[in-house]
Nanobody, 117 residues
Framework: QVQLVESGGGLVQPGGTHRLSCTAS????????TGWFRQAPGKEREGVSC????GYGDSLEGRFTISRNNAGNTVYLHMNNLKPEDTGVYYC??????????????WGQGTQVTVSS
């Protein structure tokens, strides 16, 4: 059974930096595109960053970047200059087609990030 588990959420000060983790079981990120999404109360889910299998990707406002550990079982979302509007539940996802912007096959359960003074 494939499972993605996010961790690292919590309370973060505006203007600060933070890192979220997504650990996979039953799958490796080596041949998958990875994406991070978020959903705020009353809003639709939106993408914040993605990275395809060639290493290229996108970043919302240039403040979110993805990295991967050497074992290939964990990806990270690095968040910079956080704003209160960044508050929401953050999800990691993976796609077998290996490109950004398409349909994702696997999703984590989400982790709450709250940006507040």
């Amino acid at each position: 059974q494939v499972q993605l588990v996010e961790s690292g959420g919590g309370l973060v000060q505006p203007g600060g930096t933070h890192r979220l983790s997504c650990t996979a079981s039953g799958i490796t990120f080596d041949n998958l595109a990875t994406g991070w999404f978020r959903q705020a109360p009353g809003k639709e889910r939106e993408g914040v960053s993605c990275k395809d299998t060639t290493g290229y990707g996108d970043s919302l406002e240039g403040r979110f970047t993805i990295s991967r550990n050497n074992a290939g079982n964990t990806v990270y979302l690095h968040m910079n200059n956080l704003k209160p509007e960044d508050t929401g539940v953050y999800y990691c996802a993976a796609a077998a087609h290996g490109v950004c912007g398409g349909e994702y096959d696997y999703w984590g359960q989400g982790t709450q990030v709250t940006v507040s003074s």
